[in-house]
Structure formats: structure tokens, C-alpha cells
């Protein structure tokens, strides 16, 4: 299993930035997907997931994530997407898109992407 981070960057307080994870080596669509990020200094901690029941998918978001941040996938591209919108500088992080797993804890997936840097200035 192979995930690809990419997307991330510098960006001022306030902008958006979209991360893509392409996926390979799994059946992508019986997947749930997730984003994880890591500060300095600090764990990795649940940013949002979709997740599959049965032919619906949902999808859950951190505290911190709800409103400004959207997670997407792209089953026939196995691809999926977190769009963050109003970005803080406290979202400066290590990003990660993670499968092979559920839930919310980063001790609950296998297959972990390489991670993209996201910096946010104030």
C-alpha cells in the first residue's frame, strides 16, 4: 500500500490550501480515509476521516476542523481531498493521510502517506 501526500505549503492567516493523497495498493473504495496532523513538539492528532457504511459515506472532523476544513474522496481517481478553508497559524502542522484503519486514534491505521508540510503565517 502506497499513499502520496501532496498539496501542502506557506500560506497567510486566513487562506485555503487543498491537500490531495493518492492511493494505491488497496481497494480504495472499501477504505476509510483519514487526515492526522503533527505540531512540534506535540502527537499526531485526528483532523477528519469519511468512512464507509455499507453504500454511504461519512464523515467526521475534529473540533478544531469543523467549518473550515472538508474532506472528499474520489473513488475512480483514489483520491481523497481535505480542502481547508480559514487557515490559523495554529494549523501549522505535519499533514497525513492515513487508511487501513478507523476511527479517530493515529494507533487505529496501518497505512500511513509520507506527510506534507503546512505552515501558516500570522
Known amino acids: 500500500v502506497q499513499l502520496q501526500a501532496s498539496g501542502g505549503g506557506l500560506v497567510q492567516a486566513g487562506g485555503s490550501l487543498r491537500l490531495s493523497c493518492a492511493a494505491s495498493g488497496l481497494t480504495f473504495s472499501n477504505n476509510d480515509m483519514a487526515w492526522f496532523r503533527q505540531a512540534p513538539g506535540k502527537g499526531r492528532e485526528f483532523v477528519a476521516s469519511?468512512?464507509?457504511?455499507?453504500?454511504?459515506?461519512?464523515?467526521y472532523y475534529a473540533d478544531s476542523a469543523k467549518g473550515r476544513f472538508t474532506i472528499s474522496r474520489d473513488n475512480i481517481e483514489n483520491t481523497v481531498y481535505l480542502q481547508m478553508n480559514s487557515l490559523k497559524p495554529e494549523d501549522t502542522a505535519v499533514y497525513y493521510c492515513?487508511?487501513?484503519?478507523?476511527?479517530?486514534?493515529?494507533?487505529?491505521?496501518?497505512?500511513w502517506g509520507q506527510g506534507t508540510q503546512v505552515t501558516v503565517s500570522s
Open positions: 492515513a487508511a487501513g484503519g478507523t476511527g479517530h486514534s493515529p494507533h487505529l491505521y496501518n497505512y
Open positions: 469519511i468512512t464507509r457504511n455499507y453504500n454511504t459515506y461519512y464523515t
